[in-house]
């Protein structure tokens, strides 16, 4: 059904990724491809003064340790990328690197001001080229 599928990750919620990982291998054509991708916040100017480069590099290391760990329990050949900025903006634009025809997210936290999907969801669904799943 699809070529090339993008699964953003949210680390900390493992239970929702294995599902959103498990719903991109039953959607993936076979010789497919699964990327994985996390985006790390940038280190703000003022707390690059108290957090050492070598702090930041391993923090960096550990992100990407779990994100390998997350695709080695999923069977493996699955790709990872770590990058960083704000998680809407990079997700749409590894999409259109990558070339993705398809990306999967979930909708984890919904309040009044964004009242069905989450605002990183909300902007992807509004923006990408590709087809959008939201797990819910
Ligand atoms: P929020 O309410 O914080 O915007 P969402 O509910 O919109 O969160 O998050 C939905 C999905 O967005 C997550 O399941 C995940 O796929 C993706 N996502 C959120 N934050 C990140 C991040 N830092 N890196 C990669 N993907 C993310």
Do not use: W
């Not at 916040?41 to 960096?60: F, G, H």
């Not at 080695?72 to 025809?101: H, W, Y």
């Amino acid at each position: 059904m699809y070529k090339n599928i993008l699964v953003p990750i949210d680390m900390g919620h493992e239970e929702i990724s294995m599902r959103m990982i498990a719903k991109a291998k039953s959607l993936l054509d076979e010789g497919g491809k699964i990327t994985l991708l996390h985006v790390m916040d940038e280190v703000p100017s003022y707390a690059r003064t108290y957090m050492t480069p070598e702090a930041i590099e391993e923090n960096l290391r550990q992100v990407r340790g779990e994100l390998e760990a997350l695709a080695k329990i999923n069977g493996g050949n699955i790709a990872t990328e770590v990058k960083s900025g704000r998680p809407s903006p990079v997700i749409l634009d590894e999409a259109a690197e990558i070339g993705a025809d398809l990306i999967i997210m979930a909708s984890h936290r919904p309040d009044l001001t964004n009242f069905l999907l989450g605002s990183t969801a909300q902007r992807v669904v509004r923006h990408a080229k590709c087809s959008v799943l939201i797990d819910r």
